[in-house]
Each structure stands twice: as structure tokens, then as C-alpha cells.
């Protein structure tokens, strides 16, 4: 999949941010769970802030793939963790 997302003059390739999404939910496992704005600096330090959309959308279709989930810890923050 080639497709990119275009937010804010970024442009980013929608298969790195699942790849990065799922490389972290693999290197932190069930048991420990990591944010959307971790993914965006992984994938593009300097405009990070402008891509956390993009990266919550790429994670909600990983979700409905059933390679990860979303948990609520603080009830203010969207997390997502590896599925079991």
C-alpha cells in the first residue's frame, strides 16, 4: 500500500506508519502499552504533532485486523497495546 496521508504540508506514507505502529506493539508486547504521539515521533520527529491523526486512523484499522487494541488508561489518553 502505497497510499500517503497529507496533513499541514507533511507528507506520509501511510504503510510506515503501520509498520512503525506495529513494530512497537511488538517490541512492548501485551503487557505494555504505547501512545499515538510515540508512533508520530517515530516516524517524522520534526512534525510529529501534525501527523497524530493520521496515525490514530492507520491504528484503527490495524485495530478492526485485530493486531492491536485500544485501551483508555487514564481515561484521557488513547493507548494501544498487542493484542494477545
Given at each position: 500500500m502505497l497510499k500517503y496521508l497529507h496533513q499541514q504540508g507533511v507528507m506520509v506514507f501511510a504503510d510506515d506508519i503501520r509498520?512503525?505502529?506495529?513494530?512497537?506493539?511488538?517490541?512492548?508486547?501485551s503487557d505494555r502499552s504505547f501512545a499515538p504521539w510515540e508512533v508520530a515521533?517515530?516516524?517524522?520527529?520534526?512534525?510529529?504533532?501534525?501527523?497524530?491523526?493520521?496515525?490514530?486512523?492507520?491504528?484503527s484499522v490495524l485495530i478492526r485486523e485485530g493486531k492491536i487494541k485500544a485501551i483508555n488508561k487514564t481515561k484521557r489518553t488513547l493507548r494501544f497495546r498487542k493484542t494477545r
Open positions: 509498520q512503525k505502529i506495529l513494530k512497537l506493539a511488538e517490541e512492548r508486547g515521533r517515530e516516524v517524522d520527529q520534526k512534525n510529529w504533532r501534525m501527523i497524530v491523526d493520521q496515525v490514530v486512523l492507520v491504528a
